[in-house]
């Protein structure tokens, strides 16, 4: 009984039995490109060499026999062969004459024949690859020679090809050649490599015989050697530093000895240095394919660097100091960059190639390493491309530099390419501080280059779970802000920021604050005390200087209706008396009891207008007599504005006259001023 197991394995067992029944039967397929030929050695050759691609069937073991027979015989014969190739031997076939070949495949299930080919045993002769016998460098000519003599046939037509030593395609000329070959104009210095085949009468061509080199003639080097600045990433000659490639084989044309270094500074000084690639100075670093001088250059305006071998020196290629070329609008440059290759390509107006002779575009490792490289191009191609391995996770800078007609090097652009980006770590610190009453500043620190994995689209901050903002980054900026509004008093809040790639978002960074009422009222209070403050400094300023003579524009400013002391009747004689008089005016305490002078107006219901204008003329000479006899100094151009005349400037004491200025011209004379100035006169009141 079956199982239910042996139920399903039993479709399996019917699929691959039908199979292998159905693909093991039938005979196989017939072999195809039948081909003979007689190799030949330094002696004869005798045998046939029979070649054909075999078609074994899959399903069962393949046998191949390899059969012939005369064209005009009945009997054939039959060698067994491998599964490619048979040989049929010297006693087995005549000189000249043809014969009928072709091949079985047999296996269990039947054969197959292959179809017959007819071959002239004389024409089907391989001679073997002639043999180099000699070469000259100047011509560079190469000789060989063949055994066509020696199995008695003529020698026939070579061909030759040749290539040089880093290249990997064949130059391929087939002449009528006999044996030699010269190359017209080589490259001097050059390692060439030859291989040359033959055939002789009407035989087959031999096979290609094994390379031979030789290697041309030295010449004077020439071009210009392709001298670079690396300055790190900032353009400043404290931290230049000079970098050269070796010469290409074919401008090097021989064993380059050295290099020419000429330095130019700032001041006019030339300094000279001579390089020996053998034994280089210490200060110089060379990787096999660029040169490194090891020492900042400070206070260079240019340099000059020439090679030299045996023969002759390249011209001196110049290379001044870069500077910042940016414009205002930055051409862009785009990135398209993995582990394996780097190609840079940017726009620039057409007001560029007047005066461009090329462009440069170098990429460095941001993080200090070995990884720099440049390239130039010509002025009228917009693309670059680098081969090399381009680290994970890595960010590097890419710089677009211009070379005017004159050689003065600009910078015109940078950007920052990662081969592969990654998610970026966390912030390493961040914080808030308050800025107002519900406000709060984030700031935190950046991200370092080392540690950002990939370029940094933008920082996200989130506010407890309300709220995320995407805050923009720029290039190099320092230490970042961002304010946080209309918050409320008293709450606590959580905020969580992180820097994002195009790889995603990295770690969470987080920190808590709360606004505090009392802080609502802080800068409230201070702007109080400060006020406060202000106002007691002026008081006391103006408490101790407040007299014309020590501080006449406070006086002015306080005192405006306070008459000057000084100008008083009873201290102008005692002027004689006291040396210093205005000293202890100054202090108010010297007059304990002072005596106020009192006007009383008495309000007659007979108003007499004659004497009125007696009064007013009265009033009118005794203030020209003022005028007069006291001519003011400091206040004379102010007038009042209620009464329409001048400021007073003069204080005459009340207890000095007794006598009224209403009866008579003597009483005019010796009337106060204090009292018409500071007091209203009696027409002013019956007017009111």
């Known amino acids: 009984m ?55 069937h899959p399903g069962a073991p393949t046998n191949y026999n390899l059969h012939w027979k005369a064209e005009n015989a009945e009997d054939e014969h039959v060698t067994n ?3 490619s ?92 050649l006999s044996s030699s070959f010269a190359v017209m104009e080589p490259q001097p210095n050059i390692v060439y490599e030859f291989q040359v085949r033959c055939q002789c009468d009407s035989s087959l061509i031999s096979d290609w015989s094994p390379s031979y080199t030789i290697k041309s003639t030295e010449s004077a080097p020439v071009g210009e050697v392709d001298a670079w600045w690396d300055c790190g990433q900032l353009l400043s000659s404290f931290d230049c530093f000079l970098n050269w490639k070796n010469l290409s084989v074919s401008q090097a044309r021989g064993y380059i000895l050295g290099y020419e270094v000429k330095f130019c500074y700032n001041n006019g000084t030339v300094q000279q240095m001579n390089v020996s690639t053998d034994d280089p100075s210490s200060v110089f670093l060379y990787d096999k394919m660029k040169w490194r001088l090891n020492l900042p250059l400070k206070d260079m305006s240019s340099v000059n660097v020439s090679a030299y071998n045996a023969l002759g ?39 560029f190639f007047d005066s461009v002779k090329q462009y440069v575009v170098q990429y460095k490792e941001c993080q200090p390493g070995n990884s720099f490289d440049w390239i130039k ?62 406000g709060v500043t984030l700031f935190w620190e950046p991200v370092p280059s080392s540690n950002q994995n990939g370029v940094i689209l933008y920082y996200q901050i989130g506010l407890n779970t309300q709220k995320v903002y995407n805050v ?71 408490f101790f200087l407040r007299t014309n003579k020590i501080c006449p524009v406070a006086s002015q400013c306080l005192y405006e209706k306070v008459p000057d002391p000084s100008n008083s009747h009873i201290f102008r004689q005692m002027k004689h008396q006291i040396n210093e008089p205005l000293t202890w005016i100054c202090d108010p305490h010297n007059e304990p009891y002072p005596s106020i002078s009192v006007l ?21 000479m005794d203030c020209q007599d003022e005028e007069r006899e006291d001519p003011i100094t400091e206040n004379g151009d102010i007038t009042d504005g209620r009464y329409r005349r001048k400021e007073y400037s003069k204080m ?36 009111e």
């Open 600 to 620: 009383e107006v008495v309000e007659k219901k007979e108003f007499d207008s004659d004497r009125m204008r007696k009064e007013t003329s009265c009033y009118q």
């Open 377 to 438: 191009v010509d002025k009228n191609q917009m693309t670059a491309f680098f081969r090399g391995a381009f680290k994970r996770y890595t960010s590097y800078q890419v710089s677009l530099f211009t070379v005017s007609n004159f050689n003065e090097v600009s910078q015109l652009a940078t950007a920052i390419g990662y081969s592969v980006q990654g998610v970026p770590s966390r912030v390493p610190s961040c914080g808030t501080s308050h800025f107002s009453g519900t």
């Open 313 to 351: 020196a390249t011209k001196a290629s110049p290379l001044s100091m870069p500077t910042s070329g940016k414009q205002a609008n930055e051409p862009t440059i785009y990135l398209d960059m993995n582990e394996q290759n780097l190609t840079v390509s940017w726009n620039l107006p057409s007001k």
């Open 472 to 542: 923009s980054v720029t290039p190099d900026q320092g230490n970042m802000t961002f304010k946080l509004r209309d918050l409320s008093p008293g709450q606590e809040y959580r905020v969580w920021i992180r820097a994002v790639t195009v790889a995603g978002s990295g770690a969470v960074v987080t920190t808590t604050f709360k606004i505090n009422h009392d802080e609502d009222y802080v800068y409230l209070i201070v702007t109080v005390v400060v006020l406060v403050f202000l106002c007691l400094f002026g008081c006391m300023l103006c």
């Open 81 to 83: 062969g491998n599964s």
């Open 2 to 56: 079956a199982t239910p197991t042996t139920w399903r394995l039993l479709p399996v067992l019917l699929v691959t039995f039908s199979y292998r029944c159905c693909s093991a039967s039938g005979p196989p397929a017939p072999p195809s490109i039948l081909e003979c030929y007689r190799p030949c050695d330094q002696k004869d050759c005798s045998v046939i060499k029979c070649i054909w691609d075999p078609k074994p």
């Open 652 to 687: 005459v004491d009340l207890d000095e006259e007794k006598n009224d200025c209403w009866s008579s011209s003597e009483e005019e004379q010796s009337t106060s001023g204090y009292e018409k100035h500071f007091m209203p006169s009696a027409l002013e009141i019956m007017v």
């Open 85 to 176: 190739d048979g040989l049929i031997h010297r006693e087995n076939f005549v000189s000249h004459g043809n014969l009928r070949v072709w091949v079985q495949a047999r296996n269990e299930f039947g054969s197959v024949n292959s179809q017959e080919i007819v071959i002239h045993t004389q024409d089907i002769i391989k001679p073997p690859p002639p043999t180099f016998v000699s070469s000259h460098q100047d011509p560079l000519e190469i000789y060989w020679s063949s055994i066509c003599g020696e199995l008695q046939l003529s020698v026939g037509l070579c061909d030759v090809r040749y290539r040089t030593k880093d290249h990997q395609n064949w130059i391929q000329y087939v002449y009528n």
